[in-house]
């Protein structure tokens, strides 16, 4: 119990840091939305602007007034990024797909053929809609998930022009990232938006079965990250090898958030099973800390950065082990939890000046120079696991401790 509750106040102490950095540093009092290309010390050292980040960021922030209860400067640091990406971020030449840079005014800089950005948006409209209630932001969130439900799936030519990476009469595949982070929109929408719940259950279960069909693999320990339209692995190329360590526990608690959600204890085992294979693959006995990517096979990756410790992966394991480890009080799961934050303190977490930084070398040293915030960094891993990793502790040991 002790064990708990130090690291839920930690969870706390951290949150609170974290939120501070980021209404200090981050958002922009002019052009509005936020600045995520923070050095060390929070000094921005890129003025351009992130559209994943100013969707998270509007999340983010709309999360903290739905679990914690309004304030009015997270509800005001929301809505700044969601005006911003409804003024600034929408490609209307492209059907109202979403850019994925642009300046601090916001004029596009760079179009990507993946629907992540339009994912953020809809999270971060959904979440503001519970606080509101304007019926707006709800129309916004299902436009884009209906959209990229749509592109997920062949039904609508994406209107960017862009194409898949590869030539498609050679290769075509499925990524997991599409079904996982589909899965988790689905999640958020589905609890604001009880009126479409048996689309949303639908919607869901298909998710499910092309994760734990097509790109979970028990017989070799892991879980793919690009497998053929069968389902099945490529071993004799590098991209059909590919694990992300980190991008498997994140699928293992949104896999565990759906099943409990339908009360499926199999699929909730086979979540922990991902759990598992990636934690014990990718954990780096030698440092310490989850590497960024491995073989399935243990052959050389071909990313450079592939021994790099990020902070977003042990962020996921914060999150997955704690719920694991509620929903089942397995001491595997704990002692996972206590291990990776205790990596987390030694290694990401900035006393001196606030937040986490976002890349390490494999010895667990910053990168030179340090940054807090990039492209891809900004408000929203960190403290997602942070109020979720605290949320679970409290359901565990309740708010009377």
Not at 63 to 92: M, R, T
Not at 216 to 240: A, I, M, Q, W
Not at 241 to 251: A, L, S
């Given at each position: 119990?002790?064990?708990?509750?130090?690291?839920?106040?930690?969870?706390?102490?951290?949150?609170?840091?974290?939120?501070?950095?980021?209404?200090k540093n981050g958002i922009d009092p002019i052009n509005g939305g936020c600045y995520t290309c923070l050095d060390r010390k929070g000094e921005i050292y890129s003025t351009d602007k992130s559209v994943w980040m100013q969707g998270r960021c509007a999340w983010?922030?709309?999360?903290?007034?739905?679990?914690?209860?309004?304030?009015?400067?997270?509800?005001?640091?929301?809505?700044?990024?969601?005006?911003?990406?409804?003024?600034?971020?929408?490609?209307?030449?492209?059907e109202g797909r979403l850019y994925f840079t642009v300046t601090a005014e916001?004029?596009?800089?760079r179009q990507r053929r993946y629907c992540f950005s339009e994912g953020f948006y809809a999270i971060a409209n959904a979440e503001y809609y519970q606080i509101t209630g304007k019926k707006k932001y709800l129309k916004r969130a299902r436009r884009a998930y209906e959209m990229i439900y749509e592109l997920n799936n062949g039904l609508i030519k994406d209107p960017t022009g862009l194409g898949p990476k590869t030539i498609p009469s050679t290769r075509q595949g499925y990524a997991l990232a599409d079904p996982m982070i589909f899965l988790n929109i689905i999640g958020i929408l589905r609890r604001v938006d009880p009126d479409h719940t048996e689309e949303y259950d639908k919607r869901a279960k298909e998710c499910v079965e092309r994760i734990t069909k097509f790109h979970f693999h028990p017989e070799l320990k892991c879980t793919l990250e690009s497998v053929d339209l069968d389902g099945n692995p490529r071993l004799d190329v590098t991209e059909g090898r590919v694990v992300n360590p980190g991008h498997d526990i994140e699928c293992s608690w949104f896999l565990m958030d759906e099943a409990n959600y339908q009360g499926n204890d199999e699929l909730h085992a086979t979540a922990r099973e991902i759990f598992k294979n990636a934690i014990e693959a990718g954990w780096?006995?030698?440092?310490?800390?989850?590497?960024?990517?491995?073989?399935?096979?243990g052959?050389?990756?071909?990313a450079y950065e592939h021994d790099m410790k990020l902070w977003w992966p042990h962020n996921e394991i914060m999150i997955a082990s704690s719920k694991a480890y509620r929903d089942t009080q397995d001491p595997y799961f704990l002692e996972w939890l206590k291990k990776t934050v205790v990596?987390?303190?030694?290694?990401f977490v900035d006393d001196e000046y606030g937040e986490w930084y976002g890349y390490l070398r494999r010895d667990g040293l910053p990168t030179m120079p340090s940054t807090k915030g990039s492209t891809f960094k900004g408000p929203f891993h960190v403290p997602r696991a942070l109020i979720m990793t605290e949320r679970v502790?409290?359901?565990?040991?309740?708010?009377e401790n």
């Amino acid at each position: 119990m002790n064990d708990l509750l130090e690291i839920r106040e930690w969870c706390r102490e951290q949150l609170t840091i974290s939120i501070d950095f980021w209404l200090k540093n981050g958002i922009d009092p002019i052009n509005g939305g936020c600045y995520t290309c923070l050095d060390r010390k929070g000094e921005i050292y890129s003025t351009d602007k992130s559209v994943w980040m100013q969707g998270r960021c509007a999340w983010t922030f709309g999360y903290l007034c739905n679990v914690y209860g309004v304030q009015p400067e997270w509800k005001k640091a929301a809505k700044s990024c969601l005006d911003f990406l409804e003024d600034h971020c929408i490609n209307d030449d492209a059907e109202g797909r979403l850019y994925f840079t642009v300046t601090a005014e916001g004029k596009p800089l760079r179009q990507r053929r993946y629907c992540f950005s339009e994912g953020f948006y809809a999270i971060a409209n959904a979440e503001y809609y519970q606080i509101t209630g304007k019926k707006k932001y709800l129309k916004r969130a299902r436009r884009a998930y209906e959209m990229i439900y749509e592109l997920n799936n062949g039904l609508i030519k994406d209107p960017t022009g862009l194409g898949p990476k590869t030539i498609p009469s050679t290769r075509q595949g499925y990524a997991l990232a599409d079904p996982m982070i589909f899965l988790n929109i689905i999640g958020i929408l589905r609890r604001v938006d009880p009126d479409h719940t048996e689309e949303y259950d639908k919607r869901a279960k298909e998710c499910v079965e092309r994760i734990t069909k097509f790109h979970f693999h028990p017989e070799l320990k892991c879980t793919l990250e690009s497998v053929d339209l069968d389902g099945n692995p490529r071993l004799d190329v590098t991209e059909g090898r590919v694990v992300n360590p980190g991008h498997d526990i994140e699928c293992s608690w949104f896999l565990m958030d759906e099943a409990n959600y339908q009360g499926n204890d199999e699929l909730h085992a086979t979540a922990r099973e991902i759990f598992k294979n990636a934690i014990e693959a990718g954990w780096d006995d030698e440092y310490q800390g989850l590497l960024y990517f491995i073989d399935c096979l243990g052959k050389p990756t071909e990313a450079y950065e592939h021994d790099m410790k990020l902070w977003w992966p042990h962020n996921e394991i914060m999150i997955a082990s704690s719920k694991a480890y509620r929903d089942t009080q397995d001491p595997y799961f704990l002692e996972w939890l206590k291990k990776t934050v205790v990596y987390c303190k030694e290694h990401f977490v900035d006393d001196e000046y606030g937040e986490w930084y976002g890349y390490l070398r494999r010895d667990g040293l910053p990168t030179m120079p340090s940054t807090k915030g990039s492209t891809f960094k900004g408000p929203f891993h960190v403290p997602r696991a942070l109020i979720m990793t605290e949320r679970v502790l409290t359901e565990i040991i309740g708010d009377e401790n």
